[in-house]
């Protein structure tokens, strides 16, 4: 994968992946932070995203298991930043080590070439 | 002056706002086309095709559209339940026409909307949950 596929694959998964998240954040807050009405709001608000999400993945014009290292580390940045936005707490310390070497191995799993591939 | 049981949402009531005037300019676009205003539809072409497609109903849904806008504005920038409800109502509804143009005419863009949608749908119930907890603390 060039630098130029790795970019648009990286916008697909962007968008699939903040969908994914804040879809996950909405009905988190449905099952623990509303009642009533507003936590079907939430849960039908939840699944509209998750759909969004699906679909912004299996329609991407590019190949999962090509796109697999970045969306793990796309997906670990896009959750940290929804977390901010969605509950206020920010990452300690083993979120941060743990999640430079996820974002490590994404990098190495989508750009490491090997000389031989089955 | 404001209670404490209300809290003003000027930005989101300017959102609405704005959706208010794109429907007064729509409407004005479809009851009197051929001038020279016409041009702004090269801003949305696809609209425009689908509006014309439609016929007479595109106006009394832009109606629609327009006056539940406005419903909304009016109660959030008093900063009313009713505001944040009718708020509410809007972006989901929204959120449910944005997919569906996913799914039916793959246009990715819209996709971009749904989390922004979500996110000042999360905003504004929680404003409307801290409304009402104030509301039953002063009851009791």
Known sequence: ?118 | MPSALTRRHRWLASFFAFGVSMCVLTIALLLFPGTALDELWRLNPDAHAVFQSIGGSSIAIMLLVGTTCLIAAIGLWRGTLWGTRVAILILVVNMIGDLSNTLLNYDFRTLVGLPIAAAMIVYLARCRKAMRSVGMRIAH
């Open chain 1, 1 to 118: 994968m060039n630098i130029l596929q790795s970019l648009s694959a990286l916008g697909f998964l962007l968008v699939a992946t903040t969908l994914e998240v804040s879809g996950d954040a909405v009905v988190r807050l449905a099952i623990y932070d509303q009642a009533g009405r507003m936590r079907l709001t939430f849960i039908l608000v939840g699944a509209i995203l998750l759909l969004g999400y699906g679909t912004s993945l299996n329609l991407a014009p590019v190949e999962f298991r090509h796109v697999v290292g970045l969306y793990i580390a796309t997906l670990f940045v896009v959750w940290q930043i929804i977390n901010f936005i969605f509950f206020g707490t920010l990452p300690n310390l083993p979120i941060l080590v743990g999640g430079t070497l996820i974002v490590a191995g994404g990098l190495v799993v989508t750009f490491w070439k090997p000389a031989y591939s089955p």
